[in-house]
């Protein structure tokens, strides 16, 4: 193979993921850049290697004929630190996006810190999921002062990208830029790589040092508050890390992860877009945000989903853009051959029109909490609140697609009908712990309705709580009953769906999966993998119901499973060892601080959480 160049399909789990709070950009550990999408997580990529071959671009800084011997970041940061050994000496590579108000950059510096090293430097581009292949030139910019800076300079339509410090060449033949470098002991070289509009103006190349500095004193300053304690503690300050680089600055809202369309079924179709704001991911997120004392982010996102759903309730959405933006329609991408051959690729989601009944319940969680850290209701907050509850009433009687986006037949969920008794539950909180105004007579008649339902129609022969109503399947969501309120950790119910859980839905590794897809009942061809949040979900029943051997054991099998850069994907496959789905996912690593905070409250380690509600406590009865 060429110089330089990796196998295709990097293990997931092996990738790094450094960002600037806007997006984010994936990095192999042969140092190839293999993912970025500018100006926002869900803008088109401009480096596709990840979902596609070399040819559809990556940005390569390597050590000829180098290994890599360590990998990691700096301290509590999205800096990452590489270190390579060459034949004749060593290297660092710093990669870094700079936190920056106005623009994002990508800077890679690379230090000989002994003997001699040639370093490969190869820049591929290619705009618009890989499809557009950008005019390259140099070009000369005037600075003030009379001082002028040559830049590589790449357009293609509207995007624009400009590489500062030392330019490669032209590769004849080839559409891309390479150059090797000779560095001695104590030598280094700085690029950044700056997107823009391609109409803009060149900007002048950032102070890279002074970057360096500011972005290590921003993550730093950040996570500095963070008290995490016991076995877990520095997988919890990651994981609150991650979720805080997946929240866009700007605008307040949460991707439900970084990339789209790593498969959940290696060479399989299940391949979807999660770079938008999903409602009820982002609920979760904010009660493990606020669980820790990020109060101020999950007031951003109130304001975020105040403005998103503004409007007709009749249209309420279980996802946005980052933006509050609706149109975020499904279409496949023909000329990427998928991560591992697992075709379609896809932009956009298809489930953005679906009906999904346990939403409203997780969002009202969420804002219950939040007005027990003492955010204050206005009345736009809680008349919207009030409006989706109107919006639940008036589709009681409807069955929906349940919390995994079925794309089969819609049915009675349990878990999405004990999502809606949530909401109604919440909301009767809000009126007589809070004195908010509410039509608490109806909620209280919905709610014990509810109630009542389920335990007829949800729960089968063996006093199990099953899939949906008229189903015999257990599905890994009914964990979820227990963190809402609606029963008890120990409930005989839910210790019987447990065992249920146990006996049809571990693998052979003790992992869950979500439910069985045999029989085509998510409407789906091929099967999957055990699902990270499903398996953290357990740990916390197990911690919270007595069995907190059983939990500290899958806890530690699900953080073996953790590459040494401590970031998650969406699923797991034990016999393969390896990460299957996008990535880094944040409903995983909210899944860990839950299930590693539910063991520390039960070792008596720390007190429950300090807002109560569902997060870190026993439920409350009704």
């Known amino acids: 193979m060429p110089l330089g160049e990796e196998p295709q399909d990097v293990p997931i789990g092996e990738y790094a993921f450094i960002g600037d709070l806007r997006t984010a950009a994936l990095v192999s550990p042969g140092g190839s850049l293999d993912w970025l999408c500018l100006p ?35 301290d509590d940061t999205f800096v990452l630190s590489t270190t390579w050994q060459g034949p004749d000496g060593t290297a660092e590579v710093l990669d870094w996006m700079p936190v920056e108000p106005e623009r994002s950059d990508v800077v890679r510096r690379i230090r000989c810190t002994s003997g001699r090293v040639r370093v490969v430097h190869e820049l591929c581009m290619r ?10 030139h140099r070009r000369t910019v005037e600075r003030p002062g009379g001082q002028s800076e040559q830049v590589l300079w790449a357009v293609g339509g509207p995007a624009a990208l400009a590489l500062h410090g030392p330019l490669p060449d032209p590769v004849p033949g080839e559409k891309l830029h390479r150059k090797v470098h ?33 972005t290590l004193a921003d993550w730093r300053q950040w996570a500095a508050p963070i008290e995490a304690k016991g076995e877990w503690a520095q997988h919890v300050r990651r994981s609150l890390m991650v979720l805080r680089a997946l929240t866009h600055r700007d605008t307040g809202g949460i991707v439900a992860a970084a990339t789209t369309s790593l498969p959940e079924d290696l060479g399989g179709s299940r391949n979807w877009d999660y770079r938008f704001t999903w409602l009820r ?11 820790h004392g990020f109060d101020g982010g999950a007031a951003a996102w109130r304001r975020w989903l105040l403005r998103a759903v503004a409007g007709d309730p009749e249209d309420l959405l279980i996802m946005y853009g980052l933006g509050g933006e609706r149109d975020l329609a499904e279409r496949e991408l023909p000329h990427l051959r998928g991560y591992a051959e697992s075709r379609p690729v896809r932009i956009g989601n298809g489930a953005v029109g679906q009906y999904q009944a346990d939403v409203v319940g997780e969002v009202m969680i969420a804002l ?95 006093g199990a709580f099953r899939q949906a109503y008229g189903s015999d399947e257990v599905d890994a969501s009914l964990l979820q009953l227990p963190q809402s309120g609606f029963v008890e950790y120990d409930d005989p119910r839910m210790l019987a769906t447990v065992a249920r859980i146990e006996s049809e839905l571990l693998d052979s590794h003790g992992l869950v999966h979500r439910y069985r897809t045999h029989g085509g009942v998510d409407g789906l061809p091929g099967g999957e993998s055990s699902f990270m949040i499903c398996s953290f979900w357990l740990v916390e029943q197990y911690a919270h119901s007595g069995r907190l051997d059983d939990a500290e054991a899958l806890m530690a099998k699900l953080v073996g499973a953790m590459g040494g850069l401590g970031l998650l994907a969406e699923e797991y496959d034990p016999a393969a060892g390896r990460m299957l789905g ?18 520390a409250v039960c070792r008596g380690d720390v007190e429950p959480s300090r807002h109560g509600g569902r997060y870190g406590t026993s439920a409350r009865r009704s």
């Open 182 to 214: 000779t560095l001695q002991e104590g030598q280094e070289l700085t690029w950044v790589l700056t997107g823009l509009d391609s109409w803009r103006e060149v900007p002048p190349m950032i102070d890279a040092d002074l970057a360096l500095r500011e």
């Open 40 to 74: 926002r997580y869900d803008s088109p990529s401009v480096f596709n290697n990840l979902l596609g071959t070399t040819d559809d671009g990556r940005w390569l800084v390597a050590v000829e004929d180098g290994t890599v011997t360590e990998r990691h970041w700096l």
């Open 281 to 291: 991911d982002s609920a979760l997120t904010l009660e493990a945000m606020m669980a």
């Open 368 to 462: 219950g909490q939040l007005r027990d850290a003492g955010e204050g209701e206005d009345s736009f907050s809680w008349g919207l609140q009030q409006a989706m509850l109107d919006l639940q009433t008036r589709r009681f009687n409807e069955p929906d697609h349940g919390i995994w986006e079925m794309r089969g037949d819609e049915m009675f969920f349990t878990h999405g009908r004990a999502m809606m008794w949530a909401a109604y539950d919440q909301a009767i909180r809000a009126v007589d712990e809070y004195g908010l105004p509410g039509d608490v007579g109806t909620w209280r008649e919905l709610r014990d309705a509810l109630r009542a339902e389920i335990f007829e129609k949800g729960v089968g022969p063996d």
């Open 582 to 599: 996008n990535y880094p996912q944040a409903f995983s690593h909210l899944g860990l601080i839950r299930a590693a905070d539910a063991i």
């Open 127 to 136: 705009f618009s999921y890989g499809s557009i292949v950008p005019w390259v």
